[in-house]
């Protein structure tokens, strides 16, 4: 029951969302508004305070390791798999990639690790991998793609980190926590109301785009992209999981280091995934249909997690 109870919040707003567009209630450019304000503000500010209160010492190195390579196979074979199987263009496919190995870290991933767990330390590791090393190599393709030309240009990749508030947060957060420095109560608070906004806005956003995109009775989803769906549900929830577990093993994880990784590692599919697609444009709907069908699904991979190595 308590892993329910983690997940009913994820599916409340969401519903709260497409409610509130299917009625009118908060103009037809809501998930719009919302993302963009999720996306610069909230969503910095989120990680900034994080990552500036997370110690940079005691990783647990084979623990990260078995879950950064169930991440890397993933997110690279999604990535090409949108090519390949879909036929995706080059700007789509880091979309696709995401939506494939990128978890639910933070809002769905800490009552699960505290509940499952019983702590969130390895999960404070895998956000750290996420944002640091995961996030900047998808953004950095996003932003080669959204040049019209699709030109590699040096100057605007060694400015992204600086244009793109996300990584620049992340950055900065890091930065904070090695050199040991904290914040005035004032800013802090601030920066604390603002990143309670992140989680709440970005499920929002993403139930009022579920009704902006879906398709209508006349028009029914095309069975291609019901397969693409199918595809990255089966990566998210089966393959990953599985390949951590198999990495673990080999790595000669302990029983508890093995449920974390495997537990993490089967996380639904982030919200990030859909705000990143929204704010450059590309692969927005199946960015959202696969956050709502992974995070209504992921309950089974967690409770077999639990019941095979619990």
């Not at 500036?52 to 690279?76: E, I, K, Q, Y």
Request: hydrophobic share 55%; glycine share 8%.
């Amino acid at each position: 029951m308590s892993l329910v109870s983690a997940f009913v919040p994820i599916w409340i707003l969401t519903a709260v969302g497409y409610a509130a567009c299917r009625w009118g209630l908060l103009g037809e450019a809501v998930a719009s508004v919302l993302g963009r304000f999720v996306f610069h503000l909230a969503m910095p500010s989120a990680l900034f305070l994080a990552l500036s209160r997370m110690p940079l010492s005691g990783f647990a190195g084979r623990s990260l390791l078995a879950f950064g390579v169930s991440t890397a196979t993933v997110v690279g074979f999604g990535w090409v798999g949108a090519s390949w199987l879909f036929g995706r263009e080059p700007g789509e496919r880091p979309i696709w990639g995401m939506a494939a190995g990128y978890v639910n870290s933070a809002n769905l991933g800490i009552p699960i690790a505290t509940q499952v767990l019983g702590n969130v330390s390895f999960l404070a590791e895998v956000v750290l991998l996420q944002v640091l090393v995961v996030t900047p190599v998808i953004l950095l393709a996003l932003d080669r793609h959204s040049d019209p030309a699709g030109r590699v240009r040096i100057r605007r990749i060694a400015s992204l980190p600086v244009r793109n508030p996300v990584i620049l947060a992340s950055l900065l957060g890091v930065a904070c926590s090695a050199a040991n420095l904290h914040l005035p109560s004032t800013a802090g608070a601030s920066l604390t109301l603002l990143s309670g906004a992140a989680v709440p806005a970005a499920l929002v956003a993403l139930g009022a785009s579920l009704h902006r995109t879906a398709p209508s009775r006349a028009e029914p989803a095309e069975p291609p992209e019901l397969a693409e769906l199918a595809v990255i549900t089966a990566l998210k929830l089966v393959a990953q999981p599985v390949i951590a577990y198999a990495a673990g093993l080999a790595l000669q994880l302990s029983a508890p280091q093995l449920l974390a990784v495997v537990v993490c590692a089967g996380l639904p599919t982030a919200q990030n995934t859909f705000i990143f697609g929204q704010e450059y444009g590309v692969g927005e709907a199946v960015a959202n249909r696969a956050v709502v069908v992974t995070t209504t699904l992921s309950l089974a991979t967690m409770a077999a997690a639990v019941a095979l190595l619990g």
